[in-house]
């Protein structure tokens, strides 16, 4: 785990219309509500699924395990639960391996904190926590996800709020319609 990051990072600002808030006090983005001067974490928290087939088998065995939970009368319940564990199974297995960043942090204490946290109330087969640092930010090239991205782990993420996602390709712009021609 590497902590080279900066103190804080502040994302670029982009160009469009801005207003300031009457909630925050600050200059908002009119598009997004984002403060323009916003700051982005310093370390982030990866979920890493490494064996997908481990975690999957994992989640079986516990909807196999709420069948014999509830009683004769309400044993669709269970049977309902077991059901849900096999779907969640099944997407588990067809999402195969990846990582993913879980959550932002502003202290790598609190990043870390988290990662035992999960590792002690989530502990996944096949899946592990890792701490990871923020080491550059700056506004989205591609301009149709309008929030700031950072890098960490090797990746691109856009911050959605709490909800990092990887940054993708800009998406392909929308052929014209033919005019008819005249008649």
């Known amino acids: 785990m590497t902590t080279t990051a900066p103190a804080w990072l502040t994302a670029p600002r982009r160009p469009g219309r801005t207003y300031i808030s009457s909630t925050y006090g600050r200059e908002v983005y009119a598009d997004t509500g984002r403060p323009v001067d916003e700051k982005i974490g310093t370390h982030v928290v990866l979920w890493i699924v490494d064996d997908a087939d481990a975690w999957a088998a994992s989640v079986e065995a516990e909807g196999d395990h709420q069948v014999g939970l509830w009683p004769k009368s309400r044993r669709y319940i269970g049977e309902h639960r077991r059901q849900q564990a096999y779907e969640s199974a099944k997407q588990i297995r067809e999402r195969g391996p990846y990582r ?7 202290r790598q204490a609190d990043a870390v904190a988290s990662v035992q946290d999960l590792r002690r109330a989530h502990p996944n087969p096949g899946v592990r926590y890792e701490v990871a640092v923020v080491e550059q930010a700056d506004a989205c090239p591609t301009g149709h996800c309008r929030q700031p991205r950072f890098f960490a782990d090797g990746t691109w993420w856009h911050d959605l709020g709490g909800y990092p996602t990887e940054c993708g390709p800009a998406p ?7 005019e008819p021609a005249p008649g």
Do not use: F, G
Not at 100 to 106: A, C, D, F, H
Not at 172 to 178: A, C, G, H, L
């Open 100 to 106: 993913s960043v879980r959550s932002t942090y502003y």
């Open 172 to 178: 392909e712009p929308d052929e014209p319609e033919e």
